[in-house]
């Protein structure tokens, strides 16, 4: 049965504070208004309102500052990382370019989903979070994780083809079809996005969405749905790793000869390659996990999620619901803060482990290093000068 709020109103006359608040070490002014929303006795009325009063102390640190905090920290790192992608991408021979294309699809993911994760913040805090930014919010997460997922597999395949097949590899794998590649990806990631934004957030603004799409039919199988795709790609592209890098570890220890010795350099940076893929599936693994968690706690609680979108908004609703408000702050923080840390970490790993990324990094620095060097220097003649002169005088 669907929960009305609307009969709850505030009455003018009502004297602050209520009773059913005057022993709760909780109550501030600004509560009087949850004095109408029903008749409860004072124990009752303290536990909601201290449910409330936490649910908004972590929204406000851990829905909002925390994630925005890491998120700038995000974007600057991935937008770094995308300068020196294009610029090692631009420079660097043919078989690079192909690893380096993937490199900067994945940080143009990244800095796409920080983008629109600012634009739900700015909706949230000036109070204009409805049907249109739940749909951002849920393409987002839909949007990263699928592009996330869509590139390392491509990735992991890439250099296991590079490293077991190399004559089939340089045949066959072109820079036009790593670009294809990429895009294929993209748009498989963003209409899928699209279509569960559009979907899924009608379970929280119903009565306001363009569309219709109820729970039975719609609503619940859109939510089994996205899950069971998410946690598929998810562990496909952790047991294909595996699987590739433990062949290609197994094939190079049979090889012997002159074919190997010719070829150890080569097969040697591949593997390192290889290796140094597997951190960044390790903070892939981390930080896209929370999401999953998120996705099958919320497809178990479904049937009390949809109550949220019950009803017009009101002060009564957010009162007693404080409870399950709490809830679903405390999923989405988590896997928010655990998915942003994931990001940090991405273009970290990549750059320090790759030595054309560090030697570009370096040189940079020393350019910048230098430059201030050089207007030291210049002040501090220039200083010397005045000193000089002041003295003749």
């Not at 022993?23 to 409860?40: L, Q, V």
């Not at 390392?152 to 590649?181: D, E, G, K, Q």
């Not at 010719?262 to 390659?273: E, K, P, V």
């Not at 409870?323 to 928010?336: G, H, N």
Request: charged share 15%; net charge positive; with cysteine.
């Amino acid at each position: 049965m669907e929960s009305d709020f609307s009969f709850f109103e505030f009455t003018p006359a009502m004297t602050c504070p209520p009773a059913i608040f005057e022993n709760c070490p909780e109550y501030t002014p600004k509560d009087c208004k949850y004095g109408a929303c029903g008749s409860f006795s004072d124990e009752d009325g303290c536990t909601y309102l201290k449910t409330l009063h936490l649910a908004k102390g972590f929204r406000t640190y851990f829905l909002a500052i925390i994630p925005l905090v890491l998120s700038i920290i995000s974007i600057i790192a991935n937008i770094i990382f995308a300068l020196f992608s294009t610029l090692v991408l631009m420079k660097n021979g043919k078989s690079s370019k192909k690893r380096y294309a993937f490199l900067l699809s994945r940080s143009v993911s990244t800095i796409v989903a920080q983008i629109l994760f600012y634009v739900v913040l700015i909706s949230w805090k000036t109070g204009s979070f409805e049907y249109s930014s739940a749909s951002i919010f849920i393409l987002i997460g839909s949007l990263s994780f699928l592009t996330l997922t869509g590139t390392y597999l491509a990735l992991s395949t890439l250099m296991y083809f590079a490293v077991i097949h190399p004559f089939w590899y340089r045949t066959n794998v072109t820079m036009a079809r790593v670009v294809a590649v990429n895009v294929v990806i993209w748009i498989l990631s963003v209409a899928f996005s699209i279509c569960v934004g559009i979907y899924g957030a009608t379970l929280f603004y119903p009565e306001t969405a363009p569309i219709s799409c109820s729970y039975k039919t719609c609503q619940q199988p859109l939510a089994i749905i996205l899950t069971v795709v998410l946690g598929l790609c998810y562990f496909v592209t952790l047991i294909a790793y595996a699987t590739m890098l433990i062949r290609m570890h197994l094939r190079n220890t049979r090889r012997n000869g002159h074919v190997q010795v010719l070829r150890q350099d080569s097969i040697d940076r591949n593997i390192t390659a290889m290796n140094r893929l597997s951190f960044n599936l390790v903070s892939f693994a981390i930080s896209k996990l929370p999401i999953l968690i998120v996705c099958i706690v919320a497809v178990a609680n479904l049937d009390h999620l949809k109550t949220l979108g019950n009803g017009d908004k009101s002060p009564c609703k957010t009162f007693l619901n404080g409870k399950l408000y709490f809830q679903v702050e405390l999923l989405a923080s988590i896997a928010a803060i655990v998915w942003l840390i994931g990001m940090i970490s991405d273009p970290v790993i990549n750059g320090l482990s790759d030595p054309n990324m560090v030697m570009y990094m370096k040189n940079g620095f020393h350019r910048i290093k230098s430059s201030f060097g050089v207007q030291n220097s210049k002040k501090a003649a220039d200083d010397d000068d005045s000193d000089s002169n002041a003295s003749d005088l």
